[in-house]
């Protein structure tokens, strides 16, 4: 329109237009992902941006403001609080299931705290956003100019990774919204992969095939997802993932892990672990305060947020007069921990919006990626001709390099000696002006050859990129290649679980979805936790070579799993979230289970509910110092950590185990001594109590081993240079509490005993050694001898290399 010159239009069709280039330029342009690269122009540019600043996952940080200012700049005219919310965002590992950038700072948290000023916070690329960021240099992808025409800015980034699913996208435009829940990057891989190979095969892709690999959505703060609504129908047409999956729209119900625990005084406490997604915790505990307090629950006696870097955990701690399973009904009914999640898988196809169904998701991904790889494998041609070019020219040079030589010097100038060697030689320029740049050590024979291999392999290359290019099927088996690495680099287990539905109204609980069976659970000597399956025996137990076992304890998928280390602490566990492993030092570090640095650790015990609130705990300390707990005061514990023992300078813990109250205890020292008296000799204390005297011992003796004396039982001791014996517990007499004790083992020179337990015949005894060495036997094939007897050997010890400990396992079935 001209300046200065009015023009009268129809304010109808005028608000129409206006509206419809509004509503096409939120939806095109603000508010929806791309379905090949899975970002929003903001998310892109913002990428785009700090992979054009350098910086790299392996770069130094990078201020925020300066990073947020780079993007308004150049490439997003909008405003600066947008674009750092929307940067933020990709550093929430609790938004992201696997974020692009890499922050340093505060970022916000779970609790809706917001985040610190873009002055504060750094930021650089995450390892993920380099894949994604992968080839732009090579003319993968179109650029187009940015808001003022003065750079350029990529209209969709090169992908390696499904980033569409992987991490999802939500956003609202006008008269539409998307709703893309993230998933598993291995689940989503592994369905690519498959498509990929029924590709390459000519057949076609079945839905339900896809299902086999992609369960559900992961969301990345975990959770549960019923499968179905309401009971499940024989035809499965009630499945509501399946349902959200073959159409691209849905919705799934979400809850929140919770699990009971049992207190003293019949009371118990809920735990919750796992949030539905985009849930805040601190309006959550809030509502279940409100609702409290409202009397719309009963039966609340205190909440309190034990979270801290090694997990969730919100504690609701109830009286004793309501029933834990009815309070989570209505906390799921009454509060965002069950919530609906609405699945609308919409994103922009060649620049419209379209509702994508699972298969055509994955279709355009595939698509996306052989445009690509065709692209990069053009570029890399072409570079590889110009370079072949440039060599054969090179190589004329050298054949005839005394001519070259020669021309080159009767030449008036750098052109008119161009132009000789390309009349003499039939060269191109650029070959010409390759020879005349080439410096004098090129000349040198081991230069000359270099150049020969160059050209050997670059012609390897434009043989393979042409084959490439020729093959439809080969470009997917690169993509496939690319999956597999992908999967293998950045795949990490599935958090969210999936079950089918409430059983008769109950709401899952977390140790619902442990299946119930007898484990063994086992502690490595750097406190990395794992169990297994008690059927697979303990062949397990033998662990790594340079992470032997430290503790191994039988039990049950709905026990409660108690560590104790050697300063008099312990670290509680509830026994579902102990993951399955293969063998000690195959699982998560104890760290993630605790809030302090990993203490040595010299025993264990899982106990079910009914034990953990019936009988003792006995401790036992190497200075002689024993002491009784009361197992029901562990409930008092707040958080997954307490001392149970206080202890002198110089003293650590060596035993605990349970008790019934009414058994009797054996001491056995380094010097060959053991003492046994009833338990009932040690009063129980308070948890932060240091215990008595249970064993007198010498000036520089110390305690090796400690257990209950088990009927028709044996200890089994064993040296520092591996010989040892099993002595029948009836050998040893009753006595009174801090004696001196009796005999247990005739010790050679310069010998000690290194440990002690113990056993009934149907136990195994595995003896490791400092440096690693194992031997595991049946505790009936130990050498019955007497206490004053010397014992056998029964582990080979070897130079300087000693008996470190003994450990008993559960007998294999």
Request: aromatic share 4%.
């Amino acid at each position: 329109m001209e300046v200065g010159i009015v023009r009268r239009v129809d304010i109808d069709q005028q608000m129409q237009e206006a509206y419809l280039d509004y509503a096409m330029s939120v939806i095109v342009a603000r508010a929806l992902p791309d379905v090949r690269d899975g970002l929003k122009p903001v998310h892109r540019r913002i990428l785009y941006a700090m992979h054009d600043m350098g910086l790299r996952a392996s770069q130094p940080y990078k201020k925020s403001a300066r990073i947020v200012g780079e993007v308004l700049g150049k490439y997003h005219p909008h405003g600066d609080a947008a674009v750092y919310e929307a940067m933020v965002r990709m550093a929430q590992d609790f938004a992201m299931r696997l974020p692009l950038i890499d922050g340093q700072g505060n970022f916000g948290s779970v609790d809706g705290d917001p985040p610190a000023a873009m002055r504060y916070t750094e930021a650089r690329l995450a390892n993920l956003a380099g894949e994604i960021m992968a080839d732009i240099d090579k003319n993968t992808v179109d650029f187009v100019d940015n808001f003022d025409g003065s750079l350029t800015e990529p209209d969709v980034l090169p992908a390696k990774v499904p980033n569409f699913l992987v991490n999802g996208a939500a956003g609202i435009a006008v008269g539409m919204a998307t709703s893309v829940p993230p998933h598993n990057l291995g689940e989503v891989c592994d369905a690519l992969t498959f498509m990929l190979d029924q590709m390459a095969k000519n057949k076609e892709v079945e839905f339900d095939d896809l299902l086999k690999f992609i369960k559900g959505p992961d969301f990345p703060t975990g959770g549960i997802i019923y499968r179905y609504a309401g009971e499940k129908s024989t035809d499965g047409e009630n499945d509501l993932i399946k349902t959200a999956y073959a159409t691209g729209r849905g919705r799934i119900t979400v809850q929140a892990k919770v699990h009971v625990e049992e207190m003293s005084r019949s009371r118990h406490r809920l735990v919750i672990t796992e949030l539905p997604y985009l849930t805040n915790k601190a309006s959550l505990a809030e509502k279940i305060a409100e609702l409290a307090r409202d009397g719309k629950i009963e039966g609340l006696a205190d909440l309190r947020d034990e979270s801290d870097r090694q997990g969730m955990r919100l504690v609701i701690e109830l009286t004793r007069t309501v029933e834990p399973l009815e309070v989570v009904k209505q906390l799921f009914k009454l509060t965002p921990l069950q919530s609906t999640f609405s699945i609308n898988m919409l994103a922009l196809v060649e620049g419209e919006p379209r509702l994508l169904p699972l298969k055509r998701a994955l279709q355009l991904f595939i698509e996306h990626r052989q445009e690509i790889i065709t692209r990069r494998s053009r570029y890399e041609l072409e570079q590889a001709q110009q370079r072949a070019h440039i060599l054969e020219g090179l190589r004329v040079a050298l054949t005839h390099l005394d001519e070259v030589i020669d021309i080159i010097r009767r030449s008036q100038s750098a052109d008119t000696a161009r132009e000789n060697l390309r009349k003499k030689f039939k060269l191109s320029d650029i070959q010409a002006t390759a020879i005349l740049d080439m410096p004098l050590r090129r000349l040198a024979a081991l230069e000359r050859k270099k150049i020969e291999t160059e050209y050997k392999e670059i012609l390897a290359r434009i043989k393979h990129l042409e084959d490439l290019l020729k093959n439809p099927k080969k470009i997917l088996s690169a993509i496939k290649e690319e999956l597999v690495e992908l999967k293998a680099k950045y795949d990490s287990p599935r958090r969210t679980t999936i079950v089918d539905q409430q059983a008769n109204g109950k709401p899952v609980m977390a140790g619902d979805l442990v299946p119930a069976e007898a484990v063994v659970v086992a502690v490595s000597q750097s406190g990395q936790v794992c169990r297994w399956p008690a059927e697979e025996g303990l062949e397990p137990a033998r662990g790594k070579q340079k992470d032997s076992l430290a503790v191994a304890v039988p039990a049950h998928t709905r026990d409660t799993l108690y560590l104790f280390t050697a300063t008099g602490r312990v670290v509680i566990i509830p026994m579902h979230q102990v993951p399955i492993g293969s063998g000690p030092g195959d699982g998560p570090s104890l760290s993630e289970f605790n809030s302090g640095p990993i203490q040595p650790l010299v025993a264990g015990l899982a106990l079910g509910s009914s034990e953990a609130h019936s009988g003792y705990l006995c401790l036992v300390t190497r200075q002689g110092k024993v002491k009784r707990v009361l197992l029901s005061d562990l409930d008092a514990v707040r958080g997954r950590e307490a001392v149970v023992m206080g202890l002198d300078k110089g003293d650590t813990l060596l035993a605990a185990f349970a008790t019934r109250g009414e058994g009797e205890l054996l001491l056995v020292s380094a010097q060959g001594q053991a003492i046994r008296f009833a338990e009932e000799e040690v009063r129980p204390m308070g948890l932060p109590a240091g215990g008595v005297m249970g064993m007198k011992l010498g000036g520089n003796d110390e305690l090796v081993g400690a257990g209950l004396v088990k009927a028709r039982g044996n200890v089994a001791l064993v040296t520092r240079q591996g010989q040892g014996k099993r002595v029948e517990l009836s050998e040893f007499p009753k006595q009174g509490r801090h004696g001196q004790g009796v005999l247990a083992l005739k010790l050679a020179a310069g010998d000690a005993i290194a440990a002690a337990a113990t056993v009934t015949g149907s136990d195994r005894v595995m003896l490791l050694s400092q440096k690693g060495n194992n031997k595991t036997v049946f505790a009936k094939s130990l050498p019955r001898l007497s206490r004053a007897q010397k014992g056998e050997e029964l582990i080979a010890i070897r130079g300087k290399d000693q008996v470190a400990c003994l450990i008993t396992l559960p007998a294999s079935d």
